[in-house]
Nanobody, 127 residues
Framework: QVQLVESGGGSVQAGGSLRLSCAAS????????MGWFRQPPGKEREGVAT????????WYADSVKGRFTISQDNAKTTVYLQMNSLKPEDTAMYYC????????????????????WGQGTQVTVSS
């Protein structure tokens, strides 16, 4: 059973930066994906970024391209999300998750299709 623990959320002014971390324990498939979703207040959960657990392939939502960078440590057990040039619309609860396909991060999120979720970390961006 995979367990995911996020950290690094907080409050920041627009234009600022935050770095989220997600530490995984348990078995992580080398052929799956690990990444981030977010859920703004009153809105549906949406995919933000993901990276292949075997390394290489990344995907970003259009709304964060050029501002956010996803990376992982050499052991492939911790994933980071560097968030720069933050905007008020980035305010959300951010969740880490692992799953078998990167397509799970695109469009409507089927939460049951992901293998594991973290507890979430709040990011608040003020204008």
């Amino acid at each position: 059973q995979v367990q995911l623990v996020e950290s690094g959320g907080g409050s920041v002014q627009a234009g600022g930066s935050l770095r989220l971390s997600c530490a995984a324990s348990g078995y992580i498939s080398s052929s799956g994906y690990m990444g981030w979703f977010r859920q703004p207040p009153g809105k549906e959960r949406e995919g933000v970024a993901t990276v292949a657990t075997g390394g290489g392939t990344t995907w970003y939502a259009d709304s964060v391209k050029g501002r956010f960078t996803i990376s992982q440590d050499n052991a492939k057990t911790t994933v980071y999300l560097q968030m720069n040039s933050l905007k008020p619309e980035d305010t959300a609860m951010y969740y880490c998750a692992v799953g078998p396909l990167f397509s799970l991060w695109i469009g409507h999120v089927d939460q049951n299709a992901l293998d594991a979720w973290g507890q979430g970390t709040q990011v608040t961006v003020s204008s």
